[in-house]
């Protein structure tokens, strides 16, 4: 999106942000939140998995959600 130029620019950026809005990322460790919501997810599978994935909520993720209209 930030790359396109002129009236595609304004077309995109129209169309995106009236539908569905434009995602912004960032790479960061999960914050409490995330990780409680995440942690029972994670034991069931390590459950069914025989493996105990939950330490790699530890990690740092590509946290996506919708960008904050301005």
Do not use: C, H, W
């Amino acid at each position: 999106m930030d790359s396109l130029k002129d009236k595609a620019k304004e077309y995109a950026k129209r169309l995106f942000e009236e539908k569905i809005g434009i995602p912004e990322y960032e790479y960061r460790e999960l914050n409490e939140e995330e990780f409680k919501e995440l942690f029972g997810v994670i034991k069931e599978f390590s459950q069914d998995m025989g493996r105990d994935y939950t330490e790699y909520l530890k990690e740092k993720f590509t946290v996506i959600k919708s960008r904050s209209k301005k």
